[in-house]
């Protein structure tokens, strides 16, 4: 594969940069100070500071990812660049495993973050690219459009995403999440970057800053890069520990349930980023290319997010099995039978607005159920909802089985030019 030609040029790119800069700096500055310092503030305080700077170390981390498409060429590449991506996401998450390990109280926060993410990214991000990008057609075509078409080669991300989404139930079934279920899905990750490494690369669209990037000279823009992506690692790697403890101290302090703070509130900032940028893209016409980044998203939270937690679990001093008590089996069992709907309803390659509206309206419908009948009765909606899917898209199912290992990945961190369909 070749590096992808350089974007077109942005107004005033180092006003743009410059600007970035400063508010980034002012975000991570004082939570630098505190980490360093030494600073002992209160539980609600230092979650504030902690997460602001998580946040910027998002969107630092995003633009650098996005800029170094120009350059990025080969398949060990485009892996370490996926991995490093997802940093923000998983950072948190890992650290919970990893103290669970050693301090048993903190497995359910493992498994909060882990099933607030993927929920968040389905329940909330697919739809509203989905909508908005349905909206956007109708204005720009003219016409009453229904929903957005995916390409075939996105076939490719559901049936990896299909096959991880069953292998999951077993964690359900048996109670924890054993080391090779971990293995097994980090191998399965290993195999989707193998298929994006040799499959085919879209030109990248760059906006805002990633832009202002991207028409950097050659040497500059790769410093730019560089340094973008070693500050980024450095305060995620030093915020990540300290926001996780403060997000449980401050839950406690706020009298809110912890589990339920960790389970959306660290996500939430940490997806913040890619979320904005597939609404962006999707507000521009651009629906097809921002849903299937959000899809491939989907396809690392449920294979790499998954399986490095019994991995983290067990260098923390834990067993082979990261094992989660009935609540806890409950979210997840609630989480897999939502990506099995989410899945069954577009093997046709369409996602349809009422697709998008029915996985917001139960995504919202969870907040207020507090009991095991309620979670449980939600399972069975998204299941039936799952079995309808598959009926009526029952002569995809095997083209979707058969895609990991027959069909041609497209590697989605950059953006097409245009849609194949636009969304109609």
């Avoid at 048996?174 to 298929?195: E, N, P, R, S």
């Amino acid at each position: 594969m070749l590096a992808v030609d350089r974007p077109s040029p942005p107004r005033a790119p180092w006003r743009t940069l410059t600007r970035s800069a400063v508010i980034t700096a002012a975000f991570v500055a004082p939570a630098l100070v505190v980490r360093i310092g030494g600073i002992h503030l209160n539980a609600v305080a230092a979650l504030l500071i902690y997460g602001a700077a998580v946040v910027a170390a998002s969107f630092l981390l995003a633009w650098a990812a996005e800029a170094a498409q120009i350059d990025v060429s080969g398949g060990l590449a485009i892996a370490v660049l996926a991995v490093i991506a997802v940093l923000p996401e998983y950072a948190v998450d890992l650290y919970y495993a990893y103290v669970s390990g050693h301090v048993p109280e903190y497995t359910q926060y493992a498994a909060a973050n882990m099933t607030g993410s993927n929920r968040l990214l389905m329940g909330l991000g697919w739809p509203v690219v989905v909508l908005v990008g349905v909206v956007v057609a109708r204005r720009l075509g003219g016409k009453k459009t229904t929903g957005v078409a995916l390409e075939p080669a996105n076939r490719v991300e559901i049936g990896f995403l299909l096959v991880a989404g069953l292998a999951a139930f077993l964690i359900p079934a048996t109670g924890h999440i054993h080391l090779v279920l971990g293995l097994a899905l980090l191998a399965w990750f290993a195999f989707y970057l193998y298929k994006l490494s040799h499959g085919d690369v879209e030109e990248p669209e760059l906006v805002g800053t990633a832009a202002a990037v991207g028409h950097l000279p050659d040497r500059g823009r790769r410093m730019v890069v560089i340094g973008l992506l070693a500050v980024s690692c450095a305060v995620i790697l030093l915020c990540a520990a300290p926001f996780a403890d403060n997000l449980v101290a401050a839950g406690t302090e706020l009298g809110v349930d912890r589990f339920l703070l960790v389970q959306w509130l660290a996500p939430l900032a940490s997806e913040a980023p890619e979320f904005i940028v597939a609404t962006i893209f999707a507000s521009r016409g651009k629906g097809t290319a921002a849903i299937a980044t959000l899809i491939s998203s989907k396809v690392n939270q449920w294979t790499l997010l998954i399986g490095s937690l019994p991995v983290s679990h067990l260098l923390g001093g834990g067993g082979f099995a990261l094992a989660l008590d009935p609540r806890q089996v409950e979210e997840v069992l609630l989480t897999a039978t939502q990506t099995l709907m989410g899945v069954a309803l577009i093997l046709g390659l369409r996602f349809q607005r009422a697709t998008a509206w029915a996985l917001l309206v139960l995504f919202l419908a969870q907040f207020p159920i507090n009991t095991t009948h309620g979670r449980l009765l939600l399972c069975g909606v998204y299941t039936a909802a799952a079995i309808v899917g598959l009926v009526i898209n029952r002569r995809h199912l095997t083209p979707a089985i058969r895609a990991p290992f027959r069909g041609t990945a497209v590697r989605h961190s950059g953006h097409p030019h245009e849609d194949p369909e636009a969304a109609g």
